[in-house]
Structure formats: structure tokens, C-alpha cells
């Protein structure tokens, strides 16, 4: 997995501590040694001080002869969230959202092909597939991932669809990829975008875009719901006009959060003293 830098700065052991960290997801909580090191496709020494350094600053811990990641990894994601104020102006609205539709609520970005949750505010319900903060699924299987793809340019779509999807799910195939294109056009011309259990069954979502202080479409928020609680119709209807409101308002705000000044008043103070 590590060596994939061409340029004259990379550094491959950088590399091979993140692909480390990666080999960890919920089918491989708990991981051996020989298990990270076939995963990873390094050698055992080299896996080895790879895991020991790790632990060593925090990021895994030894079980048993074994290895798990240590909730001090999520610094790494939340740093990026928190990085674009994004979470924090999201979450009341988040919550608000789903007081009032009853159905849980999150927002996504692109990486790649494929989504990764940055957001969620769940209700107890049950769900064929289980979400979380870093989760990942195809792009053009999900709501989310819809809105964001087309907000690309063509060229950049096309690249975005070239790139294998990491989240280990079977591909999508009940469209192909023109009748995607053509989806595509109509979810940016409307503004939303909805997938009916094309994700998995009993999985169904509406999304809308939350764009920045530029315009630009950033993240996508979904409201999700099971099948066979909630209609097509009524997911449009009741939720649809909901969920655009509070993406609206995530704009906006998100909006203002950019266009703050750069120097915290606590440090102007500091300076003025």
C-alpha cells in the first residue's frame, strides 16, 4: 500500500504509518501482527515498528498480542472538521432537523469516489447499514454523494468516477454510467438529489448541498430513512422542504464563520495588553 509518491518529498514511512492506521475499520477491530503487516503489505519488522511507534504516541494500544486503534485517532478526522468550523455551526442544526423529522440527519464530503461522513445526529432506528464519523460508501449510490458529484465540472467528474471506491461495497448496477450522467444534470438543476435503496435495501435518503462563503458545494446534508416506515412521497414532501431549510441556514452561517476576522479577540486583547 506505502511507495505510491513519485515526488522527490515523499516520505514512505509516513505513508506506511497511515496505511497502519487504515488496515483498522468494524471488520477488524482488533488486528495481529501478521494481520496488519499482510494488510498493509509490509514486512513483519517493518509493521512491527510501525505499531510500536504508534502506540508509543497514543494511536494504538497492544490487546493481547494484538493491536486496536485508541479514540486518540479521531484527532486526526475531527482536526479537519474542526478546521472549517463546519461541525460545530452544523450540529444544533442537525439535531433541530431531526427533532422535527424524527429521521436521522448527517453531512459528507467527497474523497475520491466515494463519501465520508463528517456529521451525524442518529435516532434509534434500524437501518441496513450502520454509520458513523469517517464512514465511507460509494458516491453515485448515495444521496449525499450525488449532490456533491454534480456540482463538479465534467472533467472532474469523469476523473472522480474513474477512481476505484474504498469502501468495500459491491458496485452499484442497476444504471449505467450515461443514465448517471443524466441523473446528474437534473439533481443540479433542482438542487436535491435522492437515492432509494440503491445503497442497501431498506435505505432510503433525499440530500441537499451546504455550500461556503464562495457558492461552492462542500459538504451535502441527508435526512435517511427505512422503506418501510417512510414513502417515497412523503420523504419529498414532509422531510425534502425541511432539510433544504436547514442546509440553507448551514450556509449562511457557515458562510459568516468564513468571513470572520482571522485574529481571535482573545489574542487582540493579549497584544492590547
Sequence with gaps: MAGRGSGPDFVESLARGLDVLA????DHRTMSLSE????????????????????????????????QLTPKVLTLGMAYVG???LWDIAKPHLAELVARTGESSSMAQLDGSDIVYVARVSVPKIIALRVDIGTRFPAAQTSQGKVLLAALSPDDLADVLAQPSRAGLPPYIGRTADQLRDELTEIRARGWALADEELAPGVRSVAAPVRDGTGTVRAAMNVTVHAAETTTDKLLQAHLPLLLRTAGDVSAEWALWQSRPHQELESFHSAEA
Excluded: Q
Design 36 to 67: 496488519v503487516a499482510t494488510a498493509a503489505g509490509l514486512a513483519r519488522p517493518t509493521a512491527r515498528r510501525l505499531l510500536l511507534t504508534l502506540a508509543e504516541l497514543g494511536f494504538v494500544r497492544g490487546v493481547e498480542g494484538s493491536y
Design 83 to 85: 478546521s472549517l468550523g
Design 23 to 26: 488496515c483498522f475499520d468494524a
